[in-house]
C-alpha cells in the first residue's frame, strides 16, 4: 500500500515540479505530420503537467480529456475493482474523442 501511494505522490511530484513549454517546438505525433489533425492525445502531456500545478482551464484548453488521463495515470500502481472501469471508459473516451477532432477538422 505504501508503495503505491508513493508511486503516486512521486508521479504526481513530477508532473508538478517540471515545466514544459505551452507550444512545442518539435511535435512528435505521427498523425499529427501526416494529417494536419491533432490526434486524440495530443496536448494531453502538457495538459497533465497544467493540470498537476492546478492550471485546470490551460489543462482542458490543451486536451479536454487531461482530467480523465490524469485519473487514468494516477491510478496505475493501483488495483482494485474500479480500475479496470476507469481505463475501458477512458479508452473508449479517448477513442470517441479522436473521432470528433477528426469530424472537426
Known sequence: MARRIAGSAFVFFLLW???I???PLV???PFHWLT???CPL???TRGLFAFAKGHWSEAVHFNALTPLGFAMLLSLPWSGPW???LWMGG???FAMY???RVVAA
Open 83 to 85: 480500475q479496470k472501469p
Open 36 to 38: 494536419g489533425i491533432p
Open 98 to 100: 479522436g473521432v470528433y
Open 17 to 19: 515540479a517540471i515545466s
Open 91 to 93: 479508452l473508449a473516451s
Open 21 to 23: 513549454p505551452a507550444e
Open 27 to 29: 511535435r512528435l505525433c
Open 42 to 44: 495530443c496536448g494531453l
